[in-house]
């Protein structure tokens, strides 16, 4: 089966532009996650998502990032404006129903993101 | 949901060695998933271990859970170059709803 796709893979901006992210989880797979993984760290959960409902986005910084998932399948993270501190790698993983307590999360390649 | 703190922070073993990882976390959980990330195949789900189990096999990987010390472990034997990576603990409680909160993970190094 397809994995998790995410593009673009690499992304430059200046800091104060925008930028957005996209995710297509795995065929099937109700839930939805992006990490934001900055170098020498592990992942840090941004935003949950449960078909196209927010089931935890306590460490999304709200004023400048925003994730929608429409339709309940593909996915798109946005910073907007974008700091220095926000260079990092955006990772977006699927698992097929966490409320089926299907633990096991598939995740994409990643977009690293510079911010200069 | 809960950190896991992975140790050693780094590892430098030669081809055919064991390599042993430990994972600490603070509560009581309902599972603890490992998992690994290098550049070549990203970050994957390795094993799961509920917390009825005390151990299990897959492959090369053996992990072991201690929920009265709350700590895991993961041995990778027989190693190899491609298991050059960073493994990450993720310890899951279940009203944490598929939250998993990694550590700094371990970086292990295989020279051949």
């Known amino acids: 089966e397809a994995g998790v796709a995410q593009s673009p893979r690499y992304k430059i901006i200046e800091k104060r532009q925008s930028v957005a992210f996209w995710c297509n989880p795995i065929?099937?797979?109700?839930?939805l996650y992006w990490y934001q993984q900055i170098l020498g760290q592990g992942p840090k959960l941004l935003i949950q998502?449960?078909?196209?409902?927010?089931?935890?986005d306590s460490q999304l910084p709200k004023d400048r990032f925003s994730a929608e998932r429409l339709k309940g399948v593909d996915s798109t993270l946005k910073i907007q404006p974008a700091k220095l501190e926000d260079s990092a790698v955006y990772l977006c993983?699927?698992?097929?129903?966490?409320?089926?307590?299907?633990?096991?999360?598939?995740f994409g390649p990643g977009t690293r993101l510079t911010v200069l | 949901s809960q950190q896991g703190e992975e140790d050693p922070q780094a590892l430098s073993i030669q081809e055919g060695e064991n390599a042993t990882m430990n994972c600490s976390y603070k509560?009581?959980?309902?599972?603890l998933q490992w998992y690994r990330q290098n550049s070549g195949r990203g970050l994957v789900h390795l094993i799961l271990?509920?917390?009825?189990?005390r151990e299990k096999h897959s492959g090369r990987l053996r992990v072991t859970l201690d929920t009265s010390k709350k700590s895991s472990s993961l041995l990778i034997t027989a190693s190899r170059a491609a298991d050059t990576a960073s493994y990450f603990c993720?310890?899951?409680?279940?009203?944490?709803?598929?939250?998993?909160?990694f550590g700094a993970g371990t970086q292990v190094v295989v020279t051949p």
């Open positions: 993983a699927s698992s097929l129903d966490v409320a089926q307590g299907t633990d096991t999360q598939y």
């Open positions: 065929s099937g797979h109700a839930t």
């Open positions: 998502f449960q078909n196209n409902g927010v089931v935890d």
């Open positions: 509560t009581s959980i309902n599972n």
């Open positions: 271990i509920r917390s009825n189990e």
């Open positions: 993720a310890p899951m409680t279940t009203d944490s709803w598929g939250k998993l909160q």
